[in-house]
Every structure is written in C-alpha cells, then in structure tokens.
C-alpha cells in the first residue's frame, strides 16, 4: 500500500493552509506547508550566516519572489522520500509553484508513488478576493496557521493556542506583488497538467464556504482511493 498524497495550490489566500489543517484532523493526514519548511530554514541563524544560497533566497522570500525552484524541490523531495518510507498520507500546502516544478514533481511521483494517490488541486480566486483575504489576515505566532474569521475575536489560534500576528508579507502592495507572480510563475501549471496529465490535475472554487471545499477535496481523495 503507498500513501496517500495531495497537493494544494491556489493565488495567496485562497486557503491551502486552511484545507491542509481540515485534511490533517479529519484523515489524519500528515500537514506540510512549503512555506513553513521554506521558513524553517530561514529561522535557523547558524544556516543564514553560514550559506549564501540561503541569504539569497532569503531575500527574494521577503520581497514576494518565489524563491528557487530547484532549492524548494529539494526540500519537497526530502520529505516525500520520508513519507514512502512511513506509508504516511500527507497533504502538501503551496507546491508546485511553477512549470520546471511541476514537471520534476509528476515525474518523481511516477517513479515513486504509482500504486498510491496523487492529486494536485488548484483552490481558485480572483485578485480581489485574495488582496481582501490577505489584507486582514492573522496568523498564529508559533506555526503561522491562518486565523478563520470565527476565531478572530477569541485571540488565541484554535490549532496550538498561540497568540495571532500580522506578517509584513501580507501588506497590500506585497500581496499585489505576489498575485503577480502567481499568474506569471503558477497559473502556467494549471495549462500544463490540463494538456499534459489531466488524471493529476482537479479544480474547486475557493471562494466557496470552507466546509464545502473540504467536502469536495474529501470526495476527490476518496473517488481515487
């Protein structure tokens, strides 16, 4: 038996963190965000002043650029390698980002994951929507879960209990900047996977209510269990 494995992908605020969480408490699935493995990195001081790749890509993460893809990929495949060897379902929040990814991606699962699920799931939203979403957006202190609007007022992160912060990445001229490069790096992947491996590849609107979209995301992974 091989794991489960889904990817999530959508314009910032389209809710991939959101649906990974719901995925990891409802089917145990194991939660990695791309963005936090990225982060983890880059809190790590002693790798900052000693690698000039990371100090890089660390300055390019804060200016709203993707960083690298071949970096990025490294990491993602770290973890999938893991994964193989614990028969652990997981769902990825954020990747593939862009087409040189996503080809490396397909033609890693192939090899490796043929006889499990592998679905990418593209969560979609207008520029409005997600410069709306971004721009009142709290995320907790400790695991940077985004906060859903109910919760809000309790102050207290309903996955670990932390305290809410906003991120200066989430500032509307950022977030105009990352919409973006969204269009130009990610968008390109949907046309790819439609063209190339449409038995990979599933659409939802993101701007349906969250219980809806976690019910179709449930049926998806069902449908190709």
């Known amino acids: 038996m091989k794991p489960r494995i889904i990817f999530l ?3 910032p605020g389209s809710g991939k963190t959101t649906q990974s969480i719901y995925l990891e408490q409802d089917l145990n699935f194991h939660h990695i965000e791309s963005s936090q493995l990225i ?4 809190s790590d001081e002693e790798k900052i002043k000693n ?7 660390k300055k ?3 200016s709203g650029e993707l960083v690298s893809s071949e970096w990025v990929s490294g990491l993602i495949k770290e973890k999938l390698v893991d994964l193989s060897e614990k028969n652990t379902d997981a769902v990825f929040g954020g990747f593939p980002r862009n087409i040189e990814e996503v080809v490396d991606l ?3 699962m192939e090899a490796n994951f043929s006889k499990g699920v592998f679905k990418i799931i593209h969560l979609d939203i207008d520029k409005d929507e997600s410069l ?3 721009s009142i957006r709290k995320v907790c202190v400790d ?3 985004p906060i859903p609007p109910e919760f809000i007022e309790s102050e207290k992160c309903p996955w670990d209990g932390s305290a809410f912060t906003k991120r200066d990445m989430d500032s509307p001229e950022i977030i105009i900047e990352r919409f973006k490069v969204y269009l130009e ?3 390109p992947v949907l046309e790819f996977l439609k063209e190339n491996k449409p038995e990979y590849i599933e659409v939802l609107d993101g701007e349906n209510p969250i219980s809806e979209i976690h019910k179709q995301i449930i049926s998806i992974i069902e449908k190709n269990d």
């Open 9 to 11: 992908i959508g314009p």
């Open 143 to 145: 695991r940077g879960h």
């Open 106 to 108: 397909v033609q890693f």
């Open 51 to 57: 690698d000039s790749t990371i100090i890089e890509e």
């Open 185 to 187: 790096e990610t968008e």
């Open 39 to 42: 982060r983890d990195v880059f």
């Open 132 to 134: 709306k979403r971004n």
């Open 60 to 62: 390019k993460y804060d």
